[in-house]
């Protein structure tokens, strides 16, 4: 039987199984038997389909499909959105936006926008700023932007926003500070970046067998995890055997 013969066939079993295991029509089994891929498509378009388009996964399915094809959908509607009503929450809103696409220059100026009245201290704003400021590699804004933040509000913690101000630190120069941040950054930072960002510092500041102990330690926490973390972590993962002559 030639290939597409076995595809096909295997199709219509899954169908099959499907029809039953869901309760649908028993007609559907003829129709997907006798009607081979005419059939197979109808059954797809009329039950299963409707059923993707309701449940979460689906919509995740249509949503990563509607941004490949679409991929400046939502920037355009956020854009239309902030013009005909211009306020914090639509400029934040459109800004975010600009963030994923790494339009820094634009988020940047429209974050800076926010930045007044009751919203002129707002932290969400200020670590937005700050990834943008740190996109457009102005560290010593993207420091000023953390620093306000945490003047405004002592208690915010976010470890993205610690991640951004050791490597603003780094971007500036200022290796022994910048140090000091990785280091307590490592210690609760999610994966194996900010402790091999920290490895990496360490060499470049001198320190090569710190940083080898770092590296050691970024290799073993992998390694002893289940493999998920390993997929999550494979760049870091490489990066230190890299480093450590694996």
Not at 14 to 39: A, C, D, N
Not at 69 to 74: A, G, H, K, M, T
Request: net charge negative.
């Amino acid at each position: 039987m030639p290939i597409i013969g076995v595809v096909v066939l295997a199709l219509q079993v899954l169908l099959v199984v499907h029809v039953m295991k869901t309760g649908r029509q028993t007609y559907w089994v003829f129709i997907v038997m006798m009607l081979p891929l005419v059939g197979a498509i109808a059954y797809f378009v009329v039950e299963i389909l409707p059923d993707l388009a309701h449940s979460r996964a689906g919509r995740r399915m249509a949503k990563d499909l509607d941004s490949v094809v679409n991929p400046d959908r939502e920037l355009r509607q956020l854009t239309r959105e902030a013009a005909r009503a211009d306020t914090v929450e639509n400029r934040f809103k459109l800004a975010k936006e600009c963030l994923s696409k790494n339009r820094f220059q634009e988020a940047r100026e429209l974050l800076e926008g926010c930045l007044h009245g009751i919203h002129g201290e707002d932290p969400s704003i200020l670590l937005a700023l700050a990834r943008a400021r740190f996109g457009l590699q102005d560290f010593t804004g993207t420091l000023e932007a953390l620093d306000r933040l945490r003047r405004a509000d002592p208690n915010f913690q976010s470890a993205e926003g610690h991640m951004l101000y050791a490597r603003s630190l780094e971007g500036r120069g200022d290796i022994e500070r910048a140090l000091y941040e990785f280091e307590a950054l490592a210690g609760y930072f999610a994966g194996e970046e900010a402790r091999c960002r920290y490895g990496l510092l360490l060499e470049r500041g001198g320190r090569p067998d710190e940083a080898r102990e770092v590296f050691a330690e970024v290799i073993r926490s992998v390694e002893l995890a289940p493999k998920a973390y390993y997929r999550d972590q494979h760049e870091w993962y490489e990066i230190a055997r890299e480093r450590l002559g694996a």
